[in-house]
T-cell receptor, first 113, second 114 residues
């Protein structure tokens, strides 16, 4: 069965620190990959997505992610976080000819001002 | 796009009662999805519709759960004889049938079963 692992459940950073959140998936075929963010009290919003092509994808608010096929990974990065990045981040995979998404358990990021 | 809307946003019910949630997708989105999210977990797929046809159901969707999308627009999710384990956030998402299809999520309905 497909699964998604997010290794860091809670991350605390100071403003201006760099961020990298890990995401690994288990599926050997073609995958579509997504990162969603949920700010406090708000609904899930799409940060970025990968379908094909350049494995380094850029999203909103300065976020980027790199798809490394050999490592089954799609890590999220941001060079300098802001207090407003405090949120929960979810990695999701869509694969195997189905349209459903498989989500990781999420990473709660807290950025200290 | 006005976004996916869900109603109600919160529901408290007693064990054994039936509840129904509504989802209005983004206009012209053909696919509509239901997910369930419990504390500390990511959303888990329940079912999805393409227009009015329900094309996939998760094994999480027990016989007490039923979903409909009668006219291919809004959808309802009903839970019969609710149990405390049904307490969760129920999320709806919709998407347009395109090559790079992306799901857009609503605010969710938070259900608490007492």
């Amino acid at each position: 069965a497909q699964s998604v692992s997010q290794h860091n459940h809670h991350v605390i950073l100071s403003e201006a620190a760099s961020l990298e959140l890990g995401c690994n998936y288990s599926y050997g075929g073609t995958v579509n990959l997504f990162w969603y963010v949920q700010y406090p009290g708000q609904h899930l919003q799409l940060l970025l997505k990968y379908f094909s092509g350049d494995p380094l994808v850029k999203g909103i608010k300065g976020f980027e992610a790199e798809f490394i096929k050999s490592k089954f990974s799609f890590n999220l990065r941001k060079p300098s976080v802001q207090w407003s990045d405090t949120a929960e981040y979810f990695c999701a995979v869509n694969a195997g000819g189905t349209y459903k998404y498989i989500f990781g358990t999420g990473t709660r990021l807290k950025v200290l001002a | 796009d006005t976004g996916v809307s869900q109603d109600p946003r919160h529901k408290i019910t007693k064990r054994g009662q039936n509840v129904t949630f509504r989802c209005d997708p983004i206009s012209e989105h053909n696919r509509l999805y239901w997910y369930r999210q419990t504390l500390g977990q990511g959303p888990e797929f329940l079912t999805y519709f393409q227009n009015e046809a329900q094309l996939e159901k998760s094994r999480l969707l027990s016989d007490r759960f039923s979903a409909e999308r009668p006219k291919g627009s809004f959808s309802t999710l009903e839970i019969q004889r609710t149990e405390q384990g049904d307490s969760a956030m129920y999320l709806c998402a919709s998407s347009r049938i395109v090559v790079q299809e992306t799901q857009y999520f609503g605010p969710g309905t938070r259900l608490l079963v007492l």
